[in-house]
Nanobody, 113 residues
Framework: VQFVESGGGLVQSGESLRLSCVAS????????MAWYREKPGRQPMLVAS???????NYADLAEGRFTISRDNAKNTAYLHVNNLKPDDTAVYYC????????WGEGTRVTVSS
């Protein structure tokens, strides 16, 4: 499975973003899609996951400001983030859960204060 993430950018604190991830390849094997974020010098950390049936799971860092959704027909997962904070600055990736496939290029989110 391959992943292409998009939707990041430079935003101000308090703004919102919607990130998109399109999966391709052997997507029948991709029951759970997940978003991760990576900060410099750290491993990617899980933000949220969603199964093909729509069951969601959020990491504590999501703080109620992140919403994951999925369009199975389009093999696409979304991550909507409200009230962005400078600490949300990171590169955001999607993958399965656990992240068994090669990482895509991610989409960079930079939040200025």
């Amino acid at each position: 499975v391959q992943f292409v993430e998009s939707g990041g950018g430079l935003v101000q604190s308090g703004e919102s973003l919607r990130l998109s991830c399109v999966a391709s390849g052997s997507t029948d094997a991709l029951y759970t899609m997940a978003w991760y974020r990576e900060k410099p010098g750290r491993q990617p950390m899980l933000v949220a996951s969603i199964t093909a049936s729509g069951t969601t799971n959020y990491a504590d860092l999501a703080e109620g400001r992140f919403t994951i959704s999925r369009d199975n027909a389009k093999n696409t997962a979304y991550l909507h983030v409200n009230n962005l904070k400078p600490d949300d600055t990171a590169v955001y990736y999607c993958n399965g859960y656990p992240p068994v496939w090669i990482w895509g290029e991610g989409t960079r989110v930079t939040v200025s204060s």
